[in-house]
């Protein structure tokens, strides 16, 4: 356990039960869109803290730099134009990951304890235990971990499990200027946010809600949206998100399935021989020399 | 009396055969230890759990090219007839020991298994270099590894369940495994349960 002061809920490849005797307060972070300016700061603080470079990359035509997630960058901003209520609007989301409350990635990890989701709702990733099959990616119904091509190890946002672990808010928070990423209790954000929901709602902005997605159990990085019902407007972010069926099937019903499969063959198997017996030529041999042409 | 023998298996089909028996049985049990969280420990077959996923994949491409020799040594002698139908219908019978039909070089179930394995080696194969990280699995949409990696499980599981029938087999019915091993079999053995083929390799009659 590397942070003895969080207590674990899940762990990944962990049949059994995880040390969570402790009541932790359930954590989360609140990023208001509506609010940010796409300063990028969230982005610096986030390469300092965590002692990441992600390569500088070149202008693409739009702000996004770096253009994609990575193992260097565990956070990134994602800029969109779209016209919405016949103007135009700037929507900027800060990307990365949502420490969902049901974890696509823990559910598909295959290594014992290399994802772990912490009693306070943070999803962190152990690298030391990290294979790098990259069954994580394939989780995710966000699409945020990113195998690095140095170690072949998973590295994604810990929502600075280090930090909140001795009471202090993530990098990224410290650092906002606008106060569009706050930090607290998961159900004081989800009050900051109603607030705030409120006033968006009053200037005009009749869908504004909050996202925490319930097809993943809710979230521990939340959003205000101007158009919580049109979530793909903030570059792809997906509206119902939830884990694949495919890996439901393939993590869920497949293993009692094959299980049962396995062991009918073998016991089967043992049975057989154990009844009927074994199955010899030689003792025939004399009765077919008896036989006549069939 | 010296007991009468037929070759049934040279010795390249031989080594080709336990090729791809010794690749099965290390990528059974590192696949194993991928699949089942309390197995996970099996990883150790390959020293540590980084690299039985490194070399996982690699050991399947050489059981894959391994089977192909012998997918086209053996596939024109598993084409289904009307004897093995009946022998498939009977099962029961055989399974009692006794023997159904005018069997060939192989009976139906044997048969059966020839395709199984066959489809399940091909599947393995196409859906192994789907998810095979670093070098492919980048190169394809994630959606497509998802329904990989079901695929690749639920191929290996059917081909798990189907190598325990094989084997069982060749443990049941009393030298069938020194036709593997040394590579022949007594004129017996070829008469009870292969009286066709028995035919065709002696020229007697019965």
């Known amino acids: 356990m590397a942070l003895q002061s969080l207590d674990i809920l899940r762990r990944s490849a962990t049949p059994t039960a995880t040390p969570q005797v402790r009541n932790t307060v359930e954590v989360a972070k609140l990023i208001d869109v509506t609010t940010c300016i796409g300063c990028k700061a969230c982005q610096v603080a986030c390469s300092e803290w965590n002692e990441l470079r992600a390569e500088v990359g070149t202008n693409i035509g739009v702000y996004d730099n770096p253009v994609d997630l990575s193992d260097q960058a565990w956070t990134v901003m994602r800029f969109n134009e779209v016209e919405e209520n016949g103007k135009l609007e700037w929507l900027i989301r800060k990307d990365g990951c949502m420490h969902c409350a049901d974890p696509g990635c823990l559910k598909a990890c295959p ?6 989701q912490y009693k306070n709702g943070i999803v962190d990733f152990h690298e030391e235990n990290c294979i790098g099959c990259g069954y994580c990616v394939s989780g995710c119904p966000f699409n945020v971990p990113r195998i690095s091509k140095q170690d072949n190890k998973a590295y994604k946002c810990s929502l600075c499990s280090d930090r909140v672990a001795v009471g202090q808010e993530p990098a990224c928070v410290k650092t906002c200027p606008t106060g569009a990423i706050q930090f607290g ?35 521990h990085v939340m959003y205000v949206l101007h158009h919580a019902d049109k979530a793909p407007l903030y570059s792809g972010l ?7 069926a495919t890996v439901s099937l ?11 499969g396995i062991a009918a063959a073998g016991l089967f198997g043992f049975f057989h021989y154990i009844t009927v017996g074994p199955n010899r030529a030689d003792d025939e041999h004399a009765e077919d020399e008896k036989e006549t042409v069939k | 009396m010296k007991e009468q023998l037929i070759q049934r298996y040279s010795a390249p089909e ?31 077959v390959f020293g540590t759990p980084q690299l039985a996923r ?3 994949p690699f050991v399947g491409v050489v059981m894959f090219l391994a089977f192909l020799r012998q997918f086209f040594r053996y596939y024109h002698h598993n084409f289904i007839d009307a004897e093995d139908v009946k022998w498939m219908k009977a099962v029961g019978t055989v399974m009692k020991g006794g023997e159904v039909g005018d069997t060939g070089r192989y009976n139906g179930g044997q048969k059966g298994m020839f395709w199984l394995m066959s489809g399940c080696m091909a599947l393995l194969l196409l859906s192994g270099i789907v998810a095979w990280r670093p070098y492919f699995a980048a190169s394809f949409p994630i959606p497509l590894i998802r329904v990989a990696l079901l695929v690749h499980a639920s191929s290996a599981l059917a081909l798990i369940a189907g ?23 007594t004129h017996a053995w070829a008469r009870k349960h292969h009286p066709r083929w028995y035919r065709e390799m002696t020229g007697n009659k019965r």
Not at chain 1, 111 to 116: F, R
Not at chain 1, 250 to 260: D, H, N, R, S, Y
Not at chain 2, 14 to 41: D, E, K, M
């Open chain 2, 54 to 56: 490194i070399i996982h």
């Open chain 2, 14 to 44: 031989r080594i080709n055969h336990w090729i791809v028996a010794v690749c099965f049985i290390l990528l059974a049990i590192s696949g194993l230890a991928f699949f089942y969280p309390a197995f996970f420990w099996l990883t150790g």
């Open chain 2, 163 to 185: 190598i325990i029938v094989h084997v069982y087999a060749a443990l049941w019915v009393k030298g069938t495994i020194r036709a593997m091993v040394e590579g022949v079999v």
């Open chain 1, 185 to 219: 209790s998961k159900e004081d954000m989800k009050e900051v946010a109603a607030t705030r929901i409120t006033d968006l709602k009053k200037r005009g902005y009749d869908n504004a809600g909050l996202y925490d997605p319930a097809g993943v159990g809710g979230t």
């Open chain 1, 111 to 116: 290594s014992p304890g290399a994802i772990i």
């Open chain 1, 250 to 260: 393939w993590k869920g019903l497949l293993k009692p399935v094959a299980t049962l």
């Open chain 1, 238 to 244: 997906p509206q119902d998100p939830a884990i694949s």
